[in-house]
């Protein structure tokens, strides 16, 4: 018998304890703190599995193909920042909670202050655009740093920006931020804050990487 089907809202409100214990089973504890190709295939296939969805159905809510999703949850294939996104969006859930390694998380629980030394960097594999979570695990502002090389462009699915509201401060360098047809050009110290949720790009289309940080909060 096919399993209950959870909305995505429902599962995102699961126990911290329950995903952390799925994530385990599924990646192992060690490999799932130490190898982030590992956590995310654990994420992604739980999250998946968790809503009783099939590949093919998970494909068609975040066009990301059957294939590529099946390689990610076997481990075989490290997506682009921008197949997160989508999926992000399909699964109705924060980009970062696809990016969190899971023991790591439990270590962090906590913790009030995060050593930058602990603070989870991942890099895209395509554009070498790289993600810091800043924040302690579990603060309701969370605080993201990122450095896009110069050159780059990564778009998200408005579904990606759906289930947040989000700033974005640049630090260094200088950044085209697309929010649908609009064209925002952000220098050193300017502040965004985004509209309702559209399709959107970060540009950099400088020959230096720009370096900002994005603030999120739960719609």
Not at 58 to 65: D, H, K, N, P, Q
Not at 108 to 115: D, G
Not at 157 to 172: E, G, M, T, Y
Request: hydrophobic share 45%; glycine share 8%.
């Amino acid at each position: 018998m096919e399993g209950k089907r959870l909305s995505p809202i429902a599962s995102a409100g699961r126990t911290g304890i329950a995903m952390d214990e799925a994530l385990m089973a599924a990646a192992g504890s060690e490999t799932s703190a130490d190898d982030p190709m590992a956590a995310i295939a654990a994420r992604v296939k739980v999250e998946r599995e968790g809503r009783g969805w099939s590949l093919a159905e998970l494909a068609e809510r975040s066009g990301v193909s059957k294939a590529m999703i099946s390689k990610i949850e076997r481990a075989e294939a490290s997506p682009t920042a921008t197949v997160l996104g989508r999926l992000s969006g399909a699964f109705g859930l924060p980009l970062s909670v696809l990016l969190a390694l899971s023991e790591r998380e439990v270590e962090r629980e906590e913790r009030r202050v995060a050593r930058e030394a602990d603070q989870p960097v991942w890099s895209d594999p395509e554009t070498g655009y790289t993600r810091r979570a800043i924040s302690p695990a579990h603060a309701p502002v969370e605080l993201i740093e990122v450095v896009l090389p110069a050159g780059v462009k990564v778009p998200y699915p408005a579904s990606a920006f759906a289930f947040q509201h989000q700033q974005i401060w640049v630090i260094d360098g200088q950044l085209e931020f697309f929010e649908g047809p609009q064209r925002h050009v952000l220098k050193a110290g300017d502040c965004l804050l985004l509209g309702a949720p559209q399709d959107c790009v970060f540009f950099n289309p400088g020959d230096q990487p720009v370096r900002y940080v994005v603030a999120l909060t739960r719609r």
